[in-house]
């Protein structure tokens, strides 16, 4: 299986991220992946931290709410509004901070999703542009490590989707 990178592009004129990465699998197994919290579940966290869900309706107008949860078991809760679903093609999606509840914590950025799904022989890449309502706001995002943890999330999704 070839080493695929996840590619990063600062935008901070238009205040956005794009990465980009592609996985040996099919558009139907990436997209599952992306879209069903048993299986989200698995990767979505930076290691060693996991990714617990709560609820999950992913439909337009749909919430996912889940937990990055510590080996020490301390929960840091996110919330990810779903605005548009096209199967197996797209979807948009804000994410933020939030309490167990999912009621916003308004002192962290919101983060914009647009993700595109493209399936080119064996293999599917996925386009997140991910926007901001203030340069500041992305800067924050990436001074927390973005970058890091979500390009290792990504290398998670790399091994499940192998088994």
Not at 23 to 38: N, R
Not at 63 to 75: C, I, Q, R
Request: proline content about 3%; some cysteine; hydrophobic content about 40%.
């Amino acid at each position: 299986m070839a080493k695929n990178e996840a590619v990063f592009t600062k935008d901070l004129e238009n205040k956005k991220l794009t990465v980009v990465r592609s996985f040996d699998a099919a558009v139907q197994k990436v997209w599952d992946a992306w879209t069903k919290a048993e299986i989200l579940d698995l990767w979505w966290a930076p290691r060693p931290y996991k990714a617990v869900t709560k609820t999950m309706d992913f439909r337009p107008g749909g919430m996912w709410l889940y937990a990055m949860t510590s080996p020490a078991g301390e929960k840091h809760w996110c919330r990810v509004d779903i605005h548009t679903v096209a199967a197996n093609s797209n979807f948009t999606s804000s994410a933020m901070f939030c309490d167990e509840e999912g009621n916003i914590n308004d002192q962290f950025p919101v983060m914009h999703w647009n993700n595109t799904f493209n399936q080119s022989g064996d293999q599917t890449t996925v386009q997140s542009e991910i926007s901001f309502n203030k340069i500041a706001d992305m800067e924050t995002i990436i001074q927390m490590g973005f970058e890091a943890g979500y390009a290792m999330g990504l290398g998670n999704l790399d091994e499940y989707l192998a088994m």
